[in-house]
Structure formats: structure tokens, C-alpha cells
């Protein structure tokens, strides 16, 4: 079969079929694709931007692509927030080259536009080239169509049509939620700089793995070694947890890899830090039930599409740059509130597997080229991504598989070929 | 004390056992109390932020494990480095014995593999200032401390397993 017409077929790209389920290998190599992605996906849909922690005091900012658009996000006198396109509206330079900082305005080197950190225009050099009477308020920087936050996480949408955030993000909400409740007042401190890496691979095989649970014994077995070295784990014993819990492939595109919770010490993390330090767990217990406490000792690695994941110890923001290059940026968190020794032990952790030189993330980066490469022998042109479709359950419209199986990832795509097949 | 040309021989000396990949005898150049750290911000407190890498002793040896005794796939096949070491400054640490070396280094490092293959048969550079404490032990010079600054350290990264 072959499909010449990139900007036609996203239905044909994504084979719906109930015991079958395949996309096809274009969608990670074709440059026009990408293109469209950059437009459907990344200009119309809720993209994340940043958590507030990350801009304190007014005057802060941050600058940010959404899809290849240049964007700043800044915290203005008033308090709020705002994103704006990072565009002078005289000759169309942009007004803020750095990565992040702190400025009470914006200046375009070209011609000394001078903006104000909501974007209102301020002034320009030699003024008197323009009427008097010029309605300055005609020129601001051009704020993104949409800035929305939910519990400090930041979206930005640069569409006008489409849900509100509030509704992109019900089915994903409460495990939000949960995972925020690590915190006994359920908030985070962002810790920069992130950790960044990149790899010659497409975005998308990135989306595709945090909530894979199929991998980790195999591509993972080198950091299973280490922790057996280390006496915390045996393979045996990590080689069984990966296969507890369960994935859920949620509506609007997001889903998700859970492991269970517990209130035992010996079974979750969370437990075991309330065991450990009698502060937190007298805070924990202070807000949370008992059932809360379960839930929100369960792990997950959770995706919100189309390219934010939650982790455990990181925010992981995935940046398309090309069709087959991608960088991707891991925010690693304070939780607040809790014994400082419990977010160092978080630090060295997320060291010790993540980011370019951990122990397990350089792994997963090695597959992808491995798939990238592949990828181009077009022989039999599909990818498979039906396991567990024969034994998923819908409860509640999750879509809930093994722990190993592809549901989420059938959620991705789903809503991946609605968006793209949109006019 | 360490004069500048010692200090640079015993950093040729360090260079080749990585470039040879002889890691276990890298490993042992260390102090017991070593840290190895490769910060995206040196200018930030390791221990409250995230670094590339932030080594105590126990974490270099798993690193150490894993490269060569793992069925690790980011280096497999293994990356080939050759290390330049150049601009050898010593000073001595007052009152601990210790010589504080300053050097940068030039590392490319490349991974061979057939035709086409994303992210082989490409040679990267990488260029780092770098700052070892080093400390007499039994006669011998070792590494209590090793900072390694890449240029583009707050850059996206490919991946860095190969030890820079």
C-alpha cells in the first residue's frame, strides 16, 4: 500500500481495526507530516508551557517554541501571567533572546520598541516619526490565543476553537490530583535548570514509551543489574513489579502507567517516606484518608497529550524539532512541604536513571534511533500497537489494560487522527 | 606538591584509560570520598538541584558496573572517544595536601554501526573546562574531586554514558 498524499488519509495513517490496531511508519518519518503536526496538533491544542513556580515575582519570565512559534511567558506587575508571541510588531525581530529571566520590559534591538512585560507597547525611538495621536494599544505583542493553568501547571492554546483546558484535562484530573498529593499541600517547586536531552528520532516515539510497560525488562534489564548490585532489588523481585498494576488509555488522547498503591511501607514509596519520617506522615494523614492515600501512593507515569508527561520525579515536556529530531526537557520538582532529605533522595534518584549520562533514560534514547532507522525500510510499512486488545476493559471510559499491554497508546493515536483529520 | 607538567601526565594517564576503555582502572584513580560531577549549572548547589551526573563514590562504581559488566544498549555498540587535554594549571589547596588542577578537554567520541543507522558513525565534539582536586595516597596521586563543565552544558544533550 502506498500513501503518497501526506496531507490526505490520516484516517488510512490510523488503523482502527479491533484486533489489529496499526499506524503507519510514515507518521514518524514523512517531513510533511511533521509539518501538519506542527500546525494541527501544536497550534490548536493545549500545549504546556511551564508551572508557575517557575516565574515567582512579577518581572520573571521564560521563553518557550509552541510547535516552531516563539513565545514569552511572563509574570506582570498585576500578578498574572501572561503568553505572548515573541514578535516585535514593527519588523517582527524578536524581543526576548534569553532563555529565561527577569525584566521589567521587553526591547527589540532593531528599532528600540520598547514593551511592557503584558505586552503593552511603551514606546519607540525617535517617536515623533508617528502621529501623535497613535493608538499604541493597536500594537502590543500579540498574546497567545488562550493561557489557562490548572494547579499551577501552564497550557497555552493558540486557537480561539476547541474545549476550554478544563475540559481537555477531565479525564486525566484526578490522577493530576493525586500525583500532586505527594505534597501535603498538594504543591510543587520547579528546580532548574532541567535536565535536556535529544535524539535523532521523531517526537512521537518519545509520547509512545513513558507509558509503555512492556519495555522495561528488556531495554531496563541493564538497570535492574544495577540495583541488584546495589542490594536494593533483586531482578527477580523488579521483574515482578513491572508486572503489577495496570495502563489506562484515557479519553482526549492522555493514559497512562500505574503501579498500585499501598499504605505498606514495604510495597510504595510513599508509605515507606511517611514510615521514614513521622512529620510527613503526620501531614499526610492530617489531609488525606486513608483511600486518598492509597491512591495517591499509587505510581504513575502520566500523559497529557500531546506531549506532557507527569512523573514521579520529573515534568517531561517533549519538543518536536524536526521530523526525526527531538528534544526533550525533564523538570525535576520539589514537593512541597515535606522533609528536605525526601526531595535530595528524589534528586539523586532521577540522577541515577534519567537525563543524558543516568543509568536508564540513555537506554530508551537508544531504541529510538533504533526504531528511526528502522522505520525507513518500508517493506511492510505498519506498526503494531494492538497488545491486550483481545483482554482491555472499559470502566468508567478508561480503557484498562495489563500492565504490558498498548491501551494508551491506542488512546494517542485515536486522538491523534481525530485532530489531524480535522478541516 | 605537583608541578604543571606532572599534573598534565597524570591526566594524559587518566584520558588514556578512558579513551581505552579500561574503566575498572579509572574507577580505582578515585578517592574513597571522591565526587565526579557533571553539572548543567555549576554555579548551582549539586546537592539541591539536578546535575548530568553527581557521583559519590558508591554511584561512580555502578556507573563503572553498568558500562561494563550490564547488557547496557547505549553502549552497545560502544562509543570510541579520543580525549585532548591542554591549558594545565596547578594550584595547592591550603592547609590539605591537595593540588586543585584546572584543564580543558577536548572529547570526540563516536559510535560505529552499518549504513544509515540514526545516532551512529557520526564523530561529536565536546569541549569542557574541568577542575580536579587531586590527593596524595600511599605515594600516589588520586582523584578526590572531578568537575567536567561541557560548553553547552545547559544544552539539549544526546546521551553522555560513554563518561565525559
Request: charged fraction near 25%; include cysteine; glycine fraction near 6%.
Amino acid at each position: 500500500m502506498a500513501i503518497t498524499q501526506a496531507t490526505h488519509g490520516y484516517e488510512e495513517l490510523v488503523v482502527d481495526d479491533p484486533r489489529e490496531f496499526r499506524v503507519h511508519g510514515s507518521i514518524y518519518t514523512d517531513p510533511r507530516i511533521f509539518e501538519e503536526e506542527m500546525h494541527r496538533i501544536f497550534e490548536r491544542t493545549w500545549i504546556y508551557v511551564g508551572h508557575e513556580s517557575e516565574l515567582p515575582a512579577p518581572g520573571d519570565y521564560k521563553t518557550v517554541l509552541v510547535g516552531r512559534q516563539p513565545l514569552i511567558v511572563s509574570r506582570h506587575e498585576d500578578g498574572r501571567i501572561y503568553a505572548l508571541y515573541n514578535r516585535c510588531r514593527h519588523r517582527g525581530a524578536v524581543v526576548c533572546r534569553e532563555e529565561r529571566g527577569h525584566s521589567n520590559f521587553f526591547r527589540c534591538r532593531y528599532h528600540n520598541w520598547v514593551y511592557a512585560n503584558n505586552g503593552a507597547l511603551i514606546g519607540m525611538a525617535q517617536a515623533s516619526g508617528y502621529p501623535e495621536d497613535l493608538d499604541r494599544s493597536r500594537y502590543s505583542l500579540v498574546p497567545a490565543a488562550r493561557l489557562e493553568s490548572y494547579r499551577g501547571l501552564l497550557f497555552v492554546n493558540l486557537s480561539y476553537d476547541g474545549p476550554s483546558l478544563a475540559e481537555h484535562l477531565e479525564p486525566v484530573r484526578k490522577y493530576v490530583d493525586y500525583w500532586l498529593g505527594r505534597s501535603p499541600s498538594e504543591r510543587i517547586q520547579v528546580i532548574l535548570p532541567p535536565h535536556r536531552y535529544e535524539y535523532p528520532g521523531n517526537w512521537k516515539l518519545q509520547a509512545e514509551n513513558g507509558f509503555d510497560g512492556y519495555h522495561g525488562n528488556y531495554v531496563h534489564l541493564s538497570w535492574q543489574r544495577v540495583l541488584q548490585l546495589s542490594r536494593e532489588s533483586t531482578v527477580e523481585e523488579v521483574q515482578q513489579y513491572r508486572q503489577e498494576g495496570c495502563v489506562r488509555g484515557l479519553r482526549n488522547g492522555h493514559g497512562l502507567l500505574e503501579r498500585p498503591g499501598s499504605l505498606n511501607p514495604a510495597s510504595s514509596w510513599t508509605a515507606r517516606m511517611m514510615h521514614r519520617y513521622p512529620e510527613y506522615a503526620e501531614a499526610m494523614r492530617k489531609r488525606f484518608s486513608d483511600a486518598e492515600l492509597v491512591e495517591i501512593s499509587a505510581r504513575r507515569n502520566i500523559f497529557v497529550f500531546p506531549n506532557l508527561y507527569l512523573f514521579d520525579t520529573h515534568i517531561r515536556v517533549i519538543v518536536p524539532k524536526a521530523v526525526d529530531r527531538t528534544e526533550v526537557q525533564l523538570y525535576v520538582y520539589a514537593l512541597e512541604d515535606v522533609p528536605e532529605a525526601i526531595n535530595r533522595s528524589r534528586y539523586r534518584g532521577h540522577e541515577r536513571f534519567y537525563g543524558p549520562a543516568g543509568f536508564g533514560a540513555p537506554d530508551d534514547i537508544e531504541v529510538f534511533t533504533e526504531m528511526q532507522t528502522g522505520l525507513q525500510a518500508t517493506g511492510d510499512p505498519w506498526n503494531l500497537l494492538n497488545r491486550g486488545q483481545h483482554r482491555e476493559r472499559v470502566v468508567d471510559g478508561e480503557v484498562i489494560g495489563h500492565t504490558t499491554d498498548e491501551a494508551p497508546q491506542r488512546s494517542f493515536y485515536r486522538e491523534w487522527r481525530r485532530v489531524m483529520s480535522q478541516a | 606538591m605537583l608541578t604543571a607538567s606532572e599534573a598534565e601526565r597524570f591526566l594524559i594517564q587518566e584520558a588514556r584509560l578512558l579513551d581505552e576503555r579500561r574503566f575498572d582502572e579509572w574507577e580505582a584513580l578515585f578517592t574513597d570520598d571522591a565526587v565526579y560531577w557533571v553539572p548543567m549549572d555549576p554555579d548551582r548547589d549539586p546537592t539541591d538541584s539536578v546535575s548530568i551526573i553527581y557521583d559519590d563514590r558508591k554511584r561512580l562504581h555502578e556507573r563503572v558496573y553498568r558500562l561494563t559488566r550490564t547488557p547496557v544498549l547505549d553502549q552497545n555498540p560502544p562509543s570510541r572517544t579520543v580525549r585532548i587535554v591542554a591549558n594545565v594549571e596547578v594550584e595547592p589547596v591550603d592547609g590539605t595536601g591537595e593540588q586543585r588542577v584546572r584543564c580543558n578537554q577536548l572529547i570526540a567520541e563516536m559510535r560505529p554501526g552499518g549504513p544509515g543507522q540514526a545516532g551512529l558513525n557520526s564523530p561529536r565534539w565536546l569541549a569542557a573546562r574541568c577542575e580536579y582536586r587531586l590527593r596524595p595516597v600511599d605515594g600516589q596521586w588520586r582523584i578526590a574531586f572531578k568537575k567536567v563543565v561541557l560548553l553547552d552544558s545547559d544544552q539539549a544533550q544526546y546521551n553522555l554514558s560513554f563518561i565525559p
